[in-house]
């Protein structure tokens, strides 16, 4: 399925460009918090690029791909805590 955005290119001075560059310029960065923390990074990719989430702690790497983080942002609280939950069971 294509979606009209998927092929959009970013026009300079666009709100979509800005916003990509502030999601940039951001970056690398750290998220943590009593019970965890990830560094986060964009790494290029093919034709786009990936989103790299290291977790130090257990010296694991994942690269997210945008479908795979559409989905997330689409699931509910009860959806993400079993992701969680199952990852602790580990």
């Not at 940039?24 to 960065?29: E, G, R, V």
């Not at 964009?42 to 989103?51: C, P, Q």
């Not at 997330?72 to 992701?83: F, H, K, N």
């Amino acid at each position: 399925m294509k979606h009209d955005d998927q092929d959009e290119h970013l026009e300079p001075g666009s709100s979509k460009e800005h916003a990509a560059r502030q999601v940039s310029n951001a970056l690398p960065a750290i998220l943590s918090n009593e019970f965890a923390f990830v560094e986060l990074d964009i790494i290029r990719y093919g034709n786009g690029e990936r989103l790299s989430i290291t977790s130090p702690s257990r010296g694991t790497t994942s690269y997210v791909d945008p479908v795979v983080l559409q989905a997330i942002s689409s699931m509910d609280a009860e959806e993400l805590r079993s992701l969680v939950t199952r990852n602790l069971d580990q």
